[in-house]
């Protein structure tokens, strides 16, 4: 959905990271803001969240390790 303000085009980023944008809509020295949206790779799409999960440091990968973990916990108090 592009806002009547708005205007939407790709680009292929060349060396050094350049981009270029030409329009004729663009009016000569008209202030405007650019927002770079990058398409994410076949990788980085096909990521989903639930496979964060256990991923962190000092997180359980399975519900089953973070009952083994409380077990052992519980224990070591009773020692």
């Known amino acids: 959905m592009t806002r009547p303000n708005e205007i939407r085009q790709k680009a292929i980023v060349k060396p050094g990271?350049?981009?270029e944008i030409c329009s004729?809509?663009?009016p000569s020295g008209t202030t405007v803001e650019v927002?770079?949206?990058m398409e994410l790779t076949s990788d980085?799409?096909?990521r989903f969240l639930t496979s964060?999960?256990?991923a962190a440091?000092?997180?359980f990968?399975?519900?089953e390790a973070a009952d083994q973990?409380?077990?052992q916990e519980r224990d070591s108090w009773e020692s």
Do not use: D, Q, W
Request: glycine share 12%; proline share 8%.
């Open 17 to 19: 990271g350049v981009i």
């Open 24 to 26: 004729p809509e663009l």
């Open 35 to 37: 927002i770079i949206l």
């Open 44 to 46: 980085e799409s096909e």
């Open 52 to 54: 964060f999960i256990g």
């Open 57 to 59: 440091k000092g997180s």
């Open 61 to 63: 990968a399975t519900p």
């Open 69 to 71: 973990f409380i077990r």
